[in-house]
């Protein structure tokens, strides 16, 4: 496969008479219960992104009869695949149900980039009536992008899918929810957290590359550390943290309080920042916590999001 991004699965030109059948074998991905539908990212208006796991894989074969899926195949040490997805993801929004967008980590789900011969990253793959369409390789400009989803539309049509996810006159599909997860949810709207936490554990020992679970756990150990906070204890935390700069503790309380207020970029910056400033072995230990910290809050805000994609550069920078 080449690395190149200008070797793409849909042509400029002719793109409705691209041959669907017989690319690959994707029998190997095998359909445990569960699926996979658009969900809501935290606004009113509706999500066309979902992840791409062991558990929705099979439904998101099944949509793909009714509209293209696009696959963003990204890993956590490749920020270029990180800037695709969310790239990915803000163009797919514009097309309001139209298309799908699969975001594929081949780290937790290494059958995918198998089952579709895909030797790196970034990368996209489309799905149309369950057979794949190879898109391209490499990181490209928004504009370049988006002309490969429009050629999408284009074979997509030609045979035969044409819906919308998004069609106010549609049925609305709600997707059922695990039962470790419902478990988690109900717990936590009754306030109890150590059982929503557990319910979660659960679920990942259960099926470690379950994003949602693994999501989840990271918003309930959020919720953990900062429960019972007061407007007078925030501040009192606050100014331990600016008083002791190399106190670890302190830093990560803080970065929690920010997350939780909506300062997302300060909540990540101050994590990376503590592993930047405190280099050397006598610090290794603190390091190690920072980042498995700082891993923890880009669960919580999506590894989609641009804010993580560069949060995740200046990780990389600061550890290497």
């Known amino acids: 496969m080449t690395d190149s991004a200008s070797q793409p699965g849909v042509p400029a030109g002719g793109a409705s008479g691209a041959n669907l059948r017989g690319a690959i074998d994707l029998s190997s991905l095998k359909p445990p219960a569960s699926t996979a539908a658009p969900t809501n990212s935290g606004g009113s208006a509706k999500s066309f992104a979902v992840d791409a796991t062991e558990q929705t894989f099979p439904e998101l074969?099944?949509?793909?009869?009714?509209?293209?899926?696009?696959?963003?195949?990204?890993?956590?040490?490749?920020?270029?695949?990180?800037?695709?997805?969310?790239?990915?993801?803000?163009?797919?929004?514009?097309?309001?149900?139209?298309?799908?967008?699969?975001?594929?980590?081949?780290?937790?789900?290494?059958?995918?980039?198998?089952?579709?011969?895909?030797?790196?990253?970034?990368?996209?793959?489309?799905?149309?009536?369950?057979?794949p369409v190879p898109l391209f390789n490499g990181e490209l400009a928004e504009a370049e992008t988006?002309?490969?989803?429009?050629?999408?539309?284009?074979?997509?049509?030609?045979?035969g899918v044409s819906g919308n996810l998004g069609d106010a006159a549609a049925e609305p599909v709600e997707a059922p929810m695990p039962p470790l997860h419902q478990e988690a949810v109900e717990a936590?709207?009754?306030?109890?957290?150590?059982?929503?936490?557990?319910?979660?554990?659960?679920?990942?020992?259960?099926?470690?590359?379950?994003?949602e679970a693994k999501a989840g756990l990271a918003q309930v150990r959020l919720m953990q550390r900062t429960e019972g906070l007061d407007a007078a204890a925030a501040d009192a935390v606050r100014s331990k943290a600016a008083e002791?700069?190399?106190?670890?503790?302190?830093?990560l309380a803080v970065a929690d309080l920010d997350l939780v207020g909506g300062h997302v970029e300060d909540a990540l910056n101050r994590v990376v920042g503590f592993i930047a400033t405190h280099p050397g072995s006598s610090a290794e230990s603190d390091r190690e916590q920072a980042r498995v910290r700082v891993l923890e809050l880009f669960e919580i805000v999506g590894i989609s999001d641009p804010r993580v994609a560069k949060a995740r550069q200046a990780l990389a920078r600061a550890l290497f």
Do not use: C, M
Not at 192 to 203: I, P, S, T
Not at 244 to 251: F, N, T, V, Y
């Open 146 to 159: 988006q002309r490969y989803l429009e050629e999408l539309l284009k074979v997509a049509a030609a045979n």
């Open 188 to 211: 936590i709207d009754r306030g109890d957290l150590a059982a929503a936490e557990a319910a979660y554990r659960k679920a990942l020992a259960e099926s470690p590359a379950d994003a």
């Open 61 to 131: 074969v099944q949509l793909s009869a009714e509209v293209p899926v696009v696959v963003a195949l990204y890993a956590s040490w490749s920020p270029q695949s990180l800037s695709v997805a969310a790239t990915l993801e803000r163009l797919v929004a514009a097309y309001a149900g139209r298309i799908l967008l699969a975001r594929g980590d081949i780290e937790a789900f290494p059958q995918l980039a198998q089952a579709f011969g895909v030797q790196g990253v970034p990368a996209a793959v489309a799905l149309v009536k369950g057979q």
């Open 244 to 251: 002791l700069p190399d106190d670890l503790p302190a830093q």
